[in-house]
């Protein structure tokens, strides 16, 4: 395989594309779509996600401490781009993108009723890295939506569909259809 050597760059593949909502302390919820998300810790359950500080939603989340991570299936698509590329300074997103809120149960910002999962979260630590800040949070509820459960309460990955981005090239993309197998599919069985 012949590789071309490029500038350093974050060409990670694929990444989430995940609605974030956030604020509802003095002013109306906002939406931001994020990429740069992602899991951080299991015990206790955590994530990131990082955030320009020249975007509205940044003092929003800054404010409330708080934000939920809405993911997306690919019927979303329309509205992750639209969150994605108008700000909540000039635009109401939940108007606009016809998307619903309802209260969340330990957190300020509302969740998206159309989104499969919500992840409500708690900002423990923020980092400034450079062009972006990262804001560390416990999941402090999560929400997912009973008909993507499988009788055998695995959660079913097809039927969500997930959006992902890829950011090099600037698509959306969804559709898993092959299984290569389950966790531990390498160890000896007994
Ligand atoms: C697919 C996609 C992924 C994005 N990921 C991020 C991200 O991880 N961090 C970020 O600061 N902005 C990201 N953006 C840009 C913001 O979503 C965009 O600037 C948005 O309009 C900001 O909204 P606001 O001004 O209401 O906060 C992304 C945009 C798109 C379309």
Request: with cysteine; net charge positive.
């Amino acid at each position: 395989m012949s590789k071309k050597v490029l500038a350093p760059s974050t060409m990670l593949v694929p990444l989430p594309a995940v609605l974030v909502t956030c604020g509802g302390l003095t002013s109306d919820p906002n939406i931001i779509t994020i990429s740069w998300c992602g899991v951080v810790c299991s015990q206790p359950p955590m994530l990131s996600i990082s955030v320009r500080e020249k975007r509205h939603s940044f003092n929003l989340i800054k404010d409330t401490g708080e934000y939920v991570v809405n993911i997306t299936g690919a019927s979303l698509v329309k509205a992750v781009d639209y969150c994605g590329n108008y700000s909540g300074k000039d635009f109401n997103k939940f108007k606009e993108t016809g998307l619903t809120p309802e209260p969340a149960t330990k957190v300020r910002p509302p969740l998206i009723k159309e989104s499969p999962i919500n992840l409500e979260c708690q900002i423990r630590k923020t980092l400034d890295l450079g062009s972006h800040h990262i804001f560390i949070a416990e999941i402090v509820a999560t929400h997912v939506d009973e008909s993507m459960i499988t009788d055998d309460g695995r959660l079913d990955v097809q039927k969500i569909n997930p959006l992902i981005y890829a950011t090099h090239a600037r698509q959306y993309w969804s559709g898993l259809s092959k299984l290569h197998g389950f966790y531990g599919l390498t160890r000896e069985k007994k």
